[in-house]
């Protein structure tokens, strides 16, 4: 299964990640990713850049390298409300905001509460992609939240780090996650969560994962760049991603 799309990838950036946005598209361009998403941590995140740097991302180039470039933000969902560390002024000049609970950001509780949390964040309509939910700090509802998705059109990660170097024991929580997909006709994507150039746009365990389900392909997302980009435009991204769509044109 090739995959065109990365939704998630940090660079120099994030403050504990290794590699310039040069570096990433290179190993992008290296494995066939036809659309690469920059989504370093969101403000509040310890490291995390000033919310300058995301304001000025209109200076990146639509088309790197032959790799087009998502102007992206791995979000924290900082309460119950939903809300980010982003305010939606300035989210709107981005082109693909994922939205992750994150310890330093939100002290884990229960169930019932993360549940809560994702759907709120979800019905605020402010995210485009829910990214690790499969992260066992964090237990949620799957089934509920995979409703929720459908109905305001959020994505669903699977995340590769999640089984290799991050969040250990996500594996049960990703395949209720995804079997819960699967079965309410949302939408899967899938993110390397590469905090190093060599990590950009491997998808070996999250295909190993879909794969062990029998997840329906077609209900993968990031699987085609045209479709994950049409996505986008579908949202009413203020930004103009017209440029992106040549790459896609004959
Ligand atoms: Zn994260
Ligand atoms: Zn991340």
């Known amino acids: 299964m090739h995959i065109e799309v990365d939704s998630h990838t940090h660079t120099l950036a994030s403050g504990h990640a290794y590699s310039t946005l040069a570096e990433n598209i290179t190993a992008a361009a290296g494995r066939g990713i036809k659309l690469l998403a920059i ?24 088309i790197m390298n032959g790799v087009g470039v998502l102007r992206g933000i791995e979000a924290n969902i900082m309460n119950r409300k939903g809300e980010l560390d982003i ?24 169930k019932t509460i993360h549940t809560d949390t994702v759907v709120n964040t979800m ?16 237990p949620i509802d799957a089934d509920e939240v995979a409703k929720a998705a459908v109905e305001y059109r959020v994505l669903i990660e699977i ?11 996500s594996e049960a929580n990703c395949k209720a996650l995804a079997e819960a997909v699967a079965i309410h006709g949302g939408k899967l994507t899938l993110g390397s969560d590469a905090h190093i150039a060599s990590r950009v746009g491997m998808f070996d365990q999250c295909i190993r994962l879909v794969q062990s389900i029998d997840f329906p392909e077609k209900q993968i997302l990031s699987r085609n760049g045209r479709d994950f980009l049409n996505f986008l435009i579908s949202k009413n991204k203020s930004a103009d991603l017209s440029e992106l769509s040549t790459l896609f044109n004959g």
């Open 123 to 138: 019905a605020s309509g402010r995210i485009d992609v829910f990214a690790h939910g499969g992260n066992p700090a964090f």
């Open 159 to 169: 995340n590769n780090s999640s089984f290799t170097t991050s969040r250990p024991g």
């Open 87 to 110: 305010q939606f002024d300035e989210q709107s000049r981005m082109d693909l905001v994922l939205g992750s609970l994150h310890e330093p950001t939100f002290a884990p509780r229960n």
């Open 39 to 62: 989504t370093d941590h969101g403000p509040a995140m310890p490291g995390g850049p000033h919310i300058w740097f995301f304001m000025n991302m209109k200076v990146l180039p639509r």
